[in-house]
């Protein structure tokens, strides 16, 4: 007897067959089923999967991310996972013979495996945001702090599988599609040349030609403006000012505040008790000259116009990748020299220095050597006895310009009579240099360059409290161990570096482990963000300055209590 099919009913007195065709859901029950049922959609392996990526991201950084950006990257994290897992089922399914279907047991253990492994990971990091904290004094409760994070990357996960879930009748339009056109053995071509033309037409019509002109003019905007405080200055002294050779307009918005921040004669005087002068600080923009060779020349001209090369001290700065300069770089020794100093510095980017790294790194070095070499020419007409006291500096990609204007220590000695490099990176090729030749028994984040007789490295100023002859010219790099523009190097993804073994160093915490590849990715992630550890940690340099030039080039009746007190002054003005 045939059994007859489900929907369908008696057939009617007339002999005629009617089918039944069920009703169509409404456009709400469809979003409803879409939205509440997301989590039926995937298998335990794929929640599995994703509980392993969600406690990736939560693996120790260098330092603490705010809230929504761990937030954002962890629920990323999950969507990537699930994504992952679900590519491995479908490469399961295209096996010749497939394995047997799991037993439910299996399936609810695997699935309070995963639960398992994502509390685990929120318990770690809970431990590790503690201890952090502890170490980079930082306030505030990390509960909270992880509570918010949670739920952002809750939020993000379901955002993005939801976007997948309703493109999925589309995709499997596509899959017919191709099913009934091209033939099984051309079918794994078909899907890479649609793939590879789907990315190309991402890359050149939405990244080339809308995201990426949206950033650069976004950047050039945020270049142009300027901090509502920012005003030109008045003093002669300073670029931008009536009787400058350099249009305000022209300074970018790192060059107004570096130009308009500099201390007051009151404030110098104030502090040292005697007679002060007025600082000069000379900027050049990208806009205020075509080409580098004339952007160093006009900021040659500018010393030239406000007597620069009469002060004591002359500080060649090369600016970091957006063209700033940090604050705490020139008034240490403005503060000290009660203002008898200039300062100079020429933009060559208004990007981070992490695309510029990327990018055109050369920049950095062209600039910093137009520079120099245009400085040097004009110092070399005056007579020894004439000539102020010639100084360096550069933080994070202005270092690495600067530290390319010389081939070896040698010519350093030969050229300047100081140099301070702040937040150096690994692609230095002194600090490589310096670091790999360290004497035996110093770390790598501390190392120690032939008894410290010209090269110190220090990661707070009591470091440079060395022992030992401590010759002229001399050299000073900071670095924090949690800086990870310093120490980020595609090797992580494969080695364990020297700052992660025993001893750890101040600001590392002994909870951070070495985990190949994600080490490598939640650096990266760090060097990217940067900016969000407390002063003196990360990448983030303050009055530490102080005591690194009092100890390069601190005038003959200068004193430690001095170092001390101005450490302070510059303290209670960062607050």
Do not use: K
């Amino acid at each position: 007897m045939t059994r007859r099919p489900a929907d369908m009913r008696p057939p009617p007195p007339g002999g005629a067959v009617v089918t039944v065709v069920p009703p169509r859901p409404t456009r709400w029950q469809s979003r409803r089923a879409v939205s509440l049922h997301l989590g039926m959609w995937f298998s335990p392996g794929e929640w599995l999967a994703a509980s392993l990526f969600f406690a990736a991201s939560l693996t120790p950084s260098l330092y603490p991310r705010p809230w929504l950006t761990q937030g954002v990257l962890s629920g990323a994290a999950v969507a990537i996972g699930l994504g992952t897992g679900r590519a491995n089922r479908r490469l399961v399914s295209l096996l010749p013979t497939r394995p047997p279907a799991a037993p439910p047991a299996a399936r609810a253990a695997v699935l309070l495996l995963a639960g398992a492994t994502a509390s685990w990971a929120l318990l770690a990091n809970y431990h590790w945001q503690v201890d952090v904290r502890r170490l980079m004094t930082i306030d505030g409760d990390a509960a909270p702090y992880l509570a918010s994070a949670v739920a952002v990357a809750a939020a993000i996960a379901y955002a993005v599988v939801l976007v997948v879930r309703l493109a999925h009748p589309g995709l499997s339009c596509y899959a017919g599609l191709v099913t009934r056109i091209v033939p099984r053995r051309g079918r794994g071509l078909a899907h890479t040349i649609v793939a590879l033309a789907v990315t190309v037409a991402v890359i050149d019509i939405g990244i080339a030609s809308e995201l990426v002109p949206s950033v650069n003019d976004r950047l050039v905007a945020a270049d142009a403006g300027s901090d509502p405080d920012v005003r030109p200055p008045r003093s002669g002294g300073r670029s931008g000012s009536r009787a400058s050779l350099v249009a305000w307009d022209s300074l970018g918005r790192m060059g107004r505040r570096f130009v308009a921040t500099a201390p007051t004669v009151g404030q110098l005087r104030a502090f040292s008790g005697a007679p002060a002068r007025a600082p000069i600080r000379a900027y050049v923009g990208l806009a205020s000259a075509p080409s580098v060779q004339a952007r160093a020349d006009l900021a040659v001209a500018e010393l030239e116009r406000t007597g620069a090369f009469d002060r004591d001290v002359l500080l060649v700065i090369t600016a970091t990748g957006t063209g700033s300069v940090n604050r705490h770089a020139v008034a240490p020794l403005e503060y000290m020299y009660r203002g008898d100093t200039a300062a100079v510095a020429v933009q060559y980017s208004y990007l981070p220095s992490w695309l510029v790294m990327g990018g055109n790194q050369d920049r950095a070095r062209t600039t910093a050597s137009a520079l120099f070499d245009a400085v040097t020419r004009r110092l070399r007409r005056r007579p020894l006895s004439a000539r102020p006291l010639l100084l360096l500096y550069g933080e994070s990609l202005g270092s690495f310009g600067s530290e390319q204007v010389f081939a070896d220590l040698a010519d350093i000695r030969a050229h300047v009579d100081g140099a301070l490099w702040v937040g150096p990176t690994r692609a230095n090729p002194l600090w490589r240099q310096f670091t790999a030749a360290r004497d035996a028994g110093s770390p790598q984040w501390r190392p120690v360059y032939q008894d410290g007789r010209t090269v110190r490295f220090a990661t707070n100023g009591e470091d440079l409290n060395q022992s030992g002859r401590w010759s002229t010219p001399r050299v000073v790099y900071l670095q924090h161990p949690s800086d990870p523009v310093t120490w980020w190097t595609p090797d992580l993804a494969f080695t364990r570096p020297a700052w992660l073994r025993d001893p750890r160093p101040r600001g590392i915490s002994p909870r951070t482990p070495y985990l190949p590849i994600i080490t490598f990715v939640q650096t990266t992630i760090d060097t990217i963000l940067g900016g969000n550890a407390p002063t003196g940690h990360g990448h983030i340099y303050g009055p530490e300055h102080v005591d690194a030039w009092a100890h390069i080039a601190a005038p003959t009746d200068w004193t430690r209590a001095d170092t001390t007190r101005l450490r302070a002054r510059l303290e209670s003005l960062a607050d």
